[in-house]
């Protein structure tokens, strides 16, 4: 027996860790993992910009120690990558990490003592939910409306909790797949000003846009600069395994989550930091990413087609404009996590939502990833889950 942290000791692994370890499984049509498609990533690329660095008069100095902010060529490529999404930022407002991921559990680490309430959107991302456990953090949920966050609950539990952080995935949300509107963002800016709380703006989705409007960023519309920290990471748009990420806020922040960066793994591998810098000026970033868009706005018109022929009616399920998810609900007396077992033994995997609640609730609901699998697998994985869904409602209406 060993005597773990407190701030592990609680810390068990989720359902859907091992969900995605059974998806591994060839038979299995997963639905489950936030993955892009293999097919997408840019395997030939990255291997060309790779060789030629290696090969190259500074080849010695990516095998070298660097600075922790980043590597300086790849912090003036992100200043002009941040520039074109309308977000103005320079060198000493941007730090990167190793995949968004460790930006949240840096910001965390910033920021959090024990005890500490972080708001969060219920649902959320489940790996932020484990991020703030790790920091003894209580996540409280706010409720949702269409538009967003419901602001009233929002003004309530800013009042009450006076938290330092609010968490928020406001873009093709994972797992909603839902878009705040512009109002939406204004007014959640207005009132964490006012609360002096911060937000961290998650935004790994925001360049997976399939059709709609743009909304921007909520960085964009920060004005004072000093509200919201933006995290946005290169995993779903380039290449998750070179875990390349920034975040973008106010320096004074940026210099706590360097600190904090440079007591875990003192920087990010200078060799993805430089492919990603060469993948960026080589202007390979926005020609891939159209070729991907095809790919996944393909995957989700076929998925969304599947559900509309076969799912049954009682179950409800969005539309997004963007990313990787389609959220479903099923009628309140279900209970997706004791259907799940079922569903694999049928070879098809989901995510199930009660993972992503701060509070546990949403029972009733799931996360669908369409990235992942061909229409053809599509087709087949919605067929079976809607037979599944409909057995299940049949055997309750029947008694
Ligand atoms: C909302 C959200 N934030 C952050 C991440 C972390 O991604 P990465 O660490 O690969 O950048 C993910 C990954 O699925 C995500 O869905």
């Known amino acids: 027996m060993y005597s773990f942290s407190d701030k592990l000791k609680n810390l068990n692994g989720t359902a859907t860790r091992e969900i995605l370890k059974l998806t591994a499984r060839p038979d299995m049509i997963s639905f489950a993992g936030g993955m892009p498609a293999a097919e997408c990533l840019p395997c030939d690329t990255i291997a060309e910009i790779a060789s030629e660095i290696l090969s190259g008069k500074n080849a010695a100095s990516v095998l070298q120690y660097g600075q922790t902010e980043g590597r300086p060529e790849l912090n003036a490529e992100l200043v002009g ?3 074109s999404a309308g977000i103005t930022a320079d060198v ?3 730090q990167v990490v190793s995949g968004g991921q460790q930006g949240l559990d840096l910001l965390c680490k910033a ?14 991302y489940l790996a932020f939910l484990q991020i703030a456990k790790t920091y003894e953090a209580r996540a409280i949920g706010v409720d949702t409306t269409a538009d967003g966050l419901d602001l009233n609950d929002l003004e309530i539990k800013l009042k009450k909790h006076r938290p330092k952080l609010l968490y928020v995935v406001p873009t093709f949300s994972n797992p909603t797949g839902k878009t705040y509107t512009r109002e939406n963002r204004e007014s959640i800016i207005a009132l964490c000003k006012t609360y002096g709380t911060v937000i961290i703006e998650d935004d790994p989705y925001g360049r997976l846009r399939y059709g709609g409007e743009l909304v921007p960023t909520m960085k964009q519309l920060d004005k004072s600069g000093e509200t919201v920290v933006y ?3 290169f995993s779903k748009t380039v290449a998750p395994g070179l875990r390349i990420a920034l975040c973008c806020g106010a320096a004074e922040i940026i210099r706590k989550v360097s600190i904090g960066k440079q007591g875990v ?4 591998p200078a060799l993805c930091q430089m492919v990603i810098a060469e993948y960026l000026k080589r202007g390979y970033f926005e020609k891939t990413l159209e070729k991907n868009i095809a790919v996944y706005r393909a995957r989700r018109d076929a998925f969304l087609a599947a559900l509309d022929k076969y799912m049954p009616k009682d179950v ?3 539309r997004p404009e963007g990313g990787l998810f389609i959220w479903a609900e099923l009628p309140e007396y ?4 004791e259907i799940l077992p079922e569903a694999l033994e049928k070879s098809v995997a989901y995510i199930q939502g ?3 609640f701060a509070d546990g609730s949403g029972r009733n609901t799931l996360r669908l990833n369409f990235s992942n699998s061909n229409e053809a697998r599509i087709e087949a994985g919605v067929k079976i889950l809607s037979e599944l869904f409909a057995t299940k409602i049949k055997e309750r209406n029947n008694g």
């Open 81 to 83: 990558y941040l520039s």
């Open 316 to 318: 409800k399920y969005n």
């Open 92 to 94: 000493e407002n941007i």
């Open 111 to 124: 920021f959090i003592n024990k005890g500490d309430v972080i708001l969060v959107e219920n649902p959320t």
């Open 334 to 337: 279900m209970d997706s996590a």
């Open 265 to 268: 793994d003192v920087q990010n």
């Open 354 to 356: 009660n993972e992503f």
């Open 231 to 233: 995290v946005t990471s």
